[in-house]
């Protein structure tokens, strides 16, 4: 299989065995996740945020120099020539003649697929509006492969809270839809997953539970993905403000899960989970955020064409 100068815009471009394949190299390349390597020697990335990040841009930052590669970049537009007037496509331009991938997170949805048409070298989507963010959904499946006891097909993933606005989610459902998992999606009615997914998903004969009530999917689940509610994408804070709050995990909310439950948050929380559940035997979203480094080192060295 060859990535090599392949762009990652969304997980509906993957099939099943190029996502285990990218899966793969990163089980072989996590023990490098910490130790470090060679791997992109020489190798300039660019990291150009649009948006506020934490985990998503400083994981490629060490996945980068974790294979001794380094980066340029930008984490907000104000401190871009945006502020000047300069187009997404300028920039694109510019930056493809300095670096070679560019990882890109902007508030446009499109906007990563429009940079790939311009741009010579590979792009990544870090993130576009409400749109995708396929590395997340690496890293989550990269988690379920290595957290639960059963192969992705056979779990019962309950993804609940801003489905409508959730780039995580909308990314996750596309690849799941690929496994054949059993999927439930918890929201607010107003925040449902957008009906071309579930219409999408419908085609391919998937098993789809909809509903508000989180405890209808929790007993059944293995997997608890849980995500915050996207206020930046509110376009009235007061619709936010009716749905803000909606489902938090307690540990009493907890009772009655199956024991080998985990629960995953892309992260950023607000107070979706308690911290008390952190030291819970099902908490695992922290380990999530490690496994960013192992999956964006193996999609950075087979863009880059490197052999592992
Ligand atoms: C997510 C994002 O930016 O879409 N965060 C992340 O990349 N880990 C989720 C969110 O912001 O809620």
Do not use: W
Not at 51 to 71: C, H, N, Q, W, Y
Not at 189 to 205: C, D, F, H, T, V
């Amino acid at each position: 299989m060859n990535f090599t100068r392949k762009h990652i815009i969304s997980t509906k471009d993957f099939s099943r065995d190029e996502l285990d394949f990218i899966l793969n190299r990163a089980e072989r390349l996590e023990p490098n996740a910490r130790s470090g390597s060679r791997l992109l020697d020489g190798r300039i990335v660019a990291t150009l945020f649009y948006e506020p990040s934490t985990r998503t841009r400083l994981s490629f930052d060490t996945a980068v120099k974790r294979m001794g590669g380094t980066t340029v970049g930008f984490d907000s537009a104000s401190s871009s020539s945006t502020v000047k007037g300069e187009t997404l496509a300028d920039t694109i331009r510019i930056i493809e003649s300095y670096a070679d991938a560019i990882v890109l997170r902007h508030s446009k949805e499109g906007a990563a697929r429009m940079a790939s048409e311009i741009s010579r070298v590979p792009v990544i989507n870090a993130g576009d509006g409400a749109g995708h963010h396929p590395t997340q959904t690496l890293l989550d499946l990269y988690t379920m492969r290595k957290e639960c006891k059963k192969p992705i097909s056979d779990l019962n993933v309950a993804i609940v809270g801003d489905l409508k606005y959730g780039r995580t989610v909308h990314s996750l459902a596309y690849a799941l839809s690929l496994y054949d998992a059993q999927l439930s999606f918890v929201s607010p009615e107003g925040l449902k997953m957008p009906a071309s997914i579930i219409n999408y998903m419908k085609r391919k004969g998937i098993d789809i539970v909809e509903t508000s009530v989180l405890a209808d999917a929790l007993s059944k689940a293995d997997v608890l993905y849980m995500t915050r509610i996207q206020k930046e994408r509110f376009p009235d804070p007061a619709e936010y403000q009716k749905v803000a709050g909606s489902y938090s995990i307690t540990m009493k909310g907890l009772e009655g899960v199956k024991d080998d439950l985990i629960i995953m948050h892309p992260l950023p929380r607000v107070d979706e989970i308690a911290p008390e559940v952190d030291a819970s035997k099902h908490a695992r979203y922290f380990q999530q955020s490690f496994y960013g480094v192992p999956v964006r080192m193996a999609v950075l060295s087979l863009l880059m064409g490197v052999e592992v």
